[in-house]
């Protein structure tokens, strides 16, 4: 990958956080603005996730025994993702020693806000420790998740893609993806 694109890419996500107002405190899932939600907030609704069993079931983790959660990655993104003028909340997360061994596969948890509640939605797989991409947001606006599909670890070979979704039918679906 171009260096250039790689720095290009970072002083992006950099920019939206800062924009984004970094953490501004707060440590429930449950918020009484409908039109605030913080960091705090996304880890609190993620939190509750790792114990819900529709949850646990949908990501195929309840027969599976040994596994470990990795919810540190950053950064979340927060905006009004499916265009209902409130803010609602990407978190990045990977489920990593599945079986005992050392693979991991990444995943966005989508949250939308619901009267000031992070609500789960559904899960954007981004990608695993040998996928050829790994797929990166970097912001959030008017309805439109934007980011790259970047060259995986052990691809590095691979084209970066610019790539945007849009929530439709319930969940995000991509909409444009560019060379």
Known sequence: MNKYLLCSLLLAVACNAAQKGGEKGGSSANNASADIVDTAQVVAAFELLKSDSVFLDGMDLI???????????????????????????????????????????????????????????????????????????????????EGWELPGFHHPEADSIYVQYAFRNGRLEETVREN
């Open 63 to 145: 027969s599976e025994g040994t596994y470990a959660f990795y919810d540190e990655e950053r950064p979340l993104l927060i905006g009004d993702i499916n265009r209902d003028s409130l803010p609602d909340a990407l978190m990045p997360f990977s489920i990593e020693g599945m079986g005992g061994g050392n693979n991991y596969t990444a995943h966005y948890a989508v949250l939308l806000n619901e009267g000031g509640r992070l609500i789960y939605n559904s899960v954007l797989r981004r990608g695993s420790k040998l996928s050829e991409n790994m797929l990166t947001f970097t912001g959030i606006a008017n309805g439109v998740v």
